[in-house]
């Protein structure tokens, strides 16, 4: 029985190897002993370590001494640069103090508002030259608000409202009809001023001389002259062909003689230039104005308006002109009116005329010249 059993034992693997072989398709090839190489546990890489568990330091822990320490140099050295930064800004101060001393200006201030109005300006005439027309009415209105105030507080009767519109007359036009028009414009805008002085003087019977309604109808007409006319100008000759680079460029050698005027005398002046009419302005400061003014026209000429660097010389030089004229003229008019700025609201400039002084001026030089010279353009 046992015998029988152990047969069928045996007998079990090798039926079952049998009916597999059988189960093999006849034209199947067996593999080869050496397709399945015999296992090497030598051929396996080492495990690699284990990552160390979650908050534990590879070194020592740092007590709290150290972390102490650490903790007192960062702030000593915060404390340090901290000091370092307060002593250079006592120190610009102080130099700023000094500056303003001697010449009535907050220099940091100066420049930050110059460089703004400056990109206004220059993106105006870089970009769209119509944009500059806002731009130029904006600051005659200003600037007749601004001149019109002072007038009144020296006793002067300057009406304000036939100011604006007669300004609106003559700038709003000036870029889009044709130059005599703006002459015609200005006739206009006097009469109005004038006639708006009289009857408003006849209205009002105050007993005011004869003398003095006639001085405030001229000052009336002169302020018209003075700023709305001057920025109609400039737009006539911005809008000219190419005139926006000759707008640019008198406006930058106005705005170079004026730094360097400034710089030069602050650095250099000792003897002045028109003690009675402006006592801070030294001969040393127009020197540096005259270098300025000189290297910038050349320099505008040659890669700005691309004409040949004697007319930048020639540039530059009615610039300095007109410029030092205009702000000597300005000055005499204040010292007359018995103020320092025409206003305040510009801090390191005093008022807009005080920065256009310079400017309006020139635009008369400026439109002349390229009349004259813009036929030489070097191409």
């Given at each position: 029985m046992s015998d029988d059993s152990t047969g069928a034992d045996a007998d079990a693997p090798t039926s079952r190897r049998s009916a597999r072989d059988s189960s093999t398709p006849p034209d199947a090839t067996p593999l080869a002993d050496g397709a399945f190489p015999g296992f090497d546990a030598a051929s396996i890489p080492p495990r690699p370590p284990l990552p160390a568990e979650s908050g534990a330091m590879t070194g020592s822990p740092l007590s709290t001494a150290d972390h102490s320490a650490i903790r007192d140099q960062w702030r000593a050295r915060r404390d340090e640069f901290g000091t370092h930064v307060s002593y250079a800004r006592d120190q610009l101060d102080q130099a700023n103090e000094r500056i303003k001393e001697r010449t009535g200006r907050d220099l940091v201030l100066a420049i930050l508002i110059g460089l703004a109005f400056g990109g206004a300006l220059l993106a105006s005439l870089i970009f769209i030259k119509i944009l500059f027309?806002?731009?130029?009415?904006?600051?005659?209105?200003?600037?007749?608000?601004?001149?019109?105030?002072?007038?009144?507080?020296?006793g002067r009767r300057v009406d304000l409202v036939p100011q604006?519109?007669?300004?609106?007359?003559?700038?709003?036009?000036?870029?889009?009809?044709?130059?005599?028009?703006?002459?015609?414009?200005?006739?206009?805008?006097?009469?109005?001023?004038?006639?708006?002085?009289?009857?408003?003087?006849?209205?009002?019977?105050?007993?005011?001389?004869?003398?003095?309604?006639?001085?405030?109808?001229?000052?009336?007409?002169?302020?018209?002259?003075?700023?709305?006319?001057?920025a109609a100008v400039a737009l006539i000759l911005l809008k000219q062909e190419g005139g926006q680079w000759w707008v640019l460029s008198f406006i930058v050698i106005a705005v170079v003689a004026d730094t360097g005027a400034y710089a030069a005398g602050l650095a250099f002046g000792k003897h002045p230039m028109a003690p009675r009419i402006s006592p801070k302005k030294t001969w040393e400061g127009f020197g540096g104005a005259v270098v300025g003014s000189?290297?910038?026209?050349?320099?505008?000429?040659?890669?700005?308006?691309?004409?040949?660097?004697?007319?930048?010389?020639?540039?530059?030089?009615?610039?300095?002109?007109?410029?030092?004229?205009?702000?000597?003229?300005?000055?005499?008019?204040?010292?007359?009116?018995?103020?320092?700025?025409?206003?305040s609201w510009l801090p390191g400039h005093g008022g807009l005329l005080d920065r256009l002084d310079s400017i309006l001026p020139s635009t008369i030089p400026a439109l002349c010249l390229f009349f004259l010279f813009s036929s030489w353009v070097v191409l």
């Open positions: 027309v806002p731009f130029a009415l904006a600051a005659a209105l200003l600037g007749v608000y601004e001149l019109s105030l002072a007038l009144r507080a020296s604006f519109i007669a300004a609106v007359l003559i700038v709003a036009p000036a870029f889009f009809v044709d130059a005599s028009l703006v002459w015609v414009m200005l006739f206009l805008a006097v009469a109005l001023v004038i006639v708006w002085r009289l009857l408003a003087q006849m209205v009002a019977k105050d007993g005011r001389t004869y003398g003095d309604v006639l001085a405030d109808a001229v000052i009336g007409g002169f302020v018209q002259i003075y700023v709305p006319f001057l000189l290297v910038a026209g050349v320099l505008l000429a040659l890669f700005l308006l691309h004409v040949p660097w004697w007319i930048g010389v020639i540039f530059g030089a009615a610039i300095l002109l007109s410029a030092t004229l205009g702000d000597l003229g300005e000055s005499m008019l204040k010292r007359d009116l018995g103020i320092k700025d025409m206003s």
